[in-house]
């Protein structure tokens, strides 16, 4: 994620970067501006004044605002799905804080509080991996044993999580803690679970491909069509307005796709590296 002052918003204008919809977009915009070009070309050369096409220009204004309207609503969805992911995982910011903090006040045995200074990290460090297609082992803290193991399962995060239950029943077997107290910590680590199923609702429910479908195939129409209902007013500078229409309405829609699933590694996509390397500071600074 990139990390900006948004009151230096005039640096911005003149900034470039790899996500860019500028730096994304160069080629097509070139070829916009060439396929506008031809269209004034023939026009002025080989057909003359097309008396229609004058009137388009009412006909794309209205189409125009119809196109705002869907891509209004695309933008508050992939939007909305970002800040849902982000919220999920300040859920679980505050989760493993709660639930190390329980343990580090429940018991003083050293070989419990490092057992869980390990795997509370290990459960945030595994489901960012898997919302990536992916869990890097070596990133956690782990066992030869716990290695092995984990390697057997698919859902990593599940299988951290029971381990982490069957350490509380150990805890509650040897008498550290009572009914009452494994309850208030179930409450917390019953949570992780919860948190991983919001995660991965989000990365799995795109916006329909229909809808998504239809909107790519509008924009398209769109953006090479409307240079005609500019010709007769602007000449070849409909090229420039051709060019700056493709600009602003395609952007929006690749923003709204990179957003939409905010768990990779795009400039835009939530910090979860960051938060995992908090979470991993905080608990230990807590149990250790």
């Known amino acids: 994620m990139i990390k900006y002052n948004p009151k230096t918003w005039f ?8 996500s860019d919809t500028f ?3 160069w080629k097509e915009l070139i070829f916009i501006g060439v396929l506008t ?54 859920n679980l910011v ?3 804080r709660n639930l190390a903090i329980k343990i580090g006040s429940l018991t003083t045995d050293k070989e419990d509080e490092n057992y869980f200074a390990r795997m509370i990290p290990n ?31 698919n859902h990593k995060t599940s299988f951290i999580a029971k381990l982490m239950y069957e350490r509380l029943h150990q805890m509650k077997k040897r008498g550290v803690i009572t009914q009452e107290e494994y309850l208030a910590l179930d409450y917390n680590l019953r949570s992780f679970s919860e948190i991983t199923g919001a995660c991965e609702r989000i990365k799995g429910t795109p916006i329909p491909y229909s809808y998504s479908m239809f909107l790519k195939k509008f924009i398209f129409i769109y ?13 070849y500078y409909s090229s420039l307005v051709a ?24 400039d835009n996509d939530l910090p979860t590296d960051e938060i995992c390397f908090k979470i991993k500071a905080n608990v230990k600074e807590i149990l250790r």
Do not use: C
């Open 94 to 96: 505050n989760n493993t």
């Open 123 to 153: 459960y945030a460090i595994a489901m960012k991996e898997q919302l990536r297609d992916g869990v890097i082992i070596e990133e956690m803290d782990l066992t030869a044993d716990e290695i092995v193991a984990i390697q057997k399962v």
């Open 243 to 266: 060019i700056f229409i493709f600009y602003v309405l395609v952007s929006i829609e690749i923003l709204a796709e990179e957003i939409e699933d905010p768990f990779g590694k795009d």
């Open 11 to 18: 640096r911005h204008i003149f900034a470039f970067h790899k």
């Open 37 to 90: 070009f031809g269209f004034v070309y023939v026009e002025m050369h080989y057909f003359g004044h097309i008396a229609f096409l004058s009137e388009l220009m009412g006909v794309y204004s209205l189409i125009g605002f119809v196109l705002s309207l869907l891509l209004v609503f695309r933008t508050n969805t992939a939007y909305d799905r970002w800040w849902d992911g982000r919220k999920q995982w300040g």
């Open 223 to 235: 953006v090479t069509t409307v240079p005609l209902a500019f010709i007769d007013s602007f000449g």
């Open 23 to 25: 730096y994304l977009l």
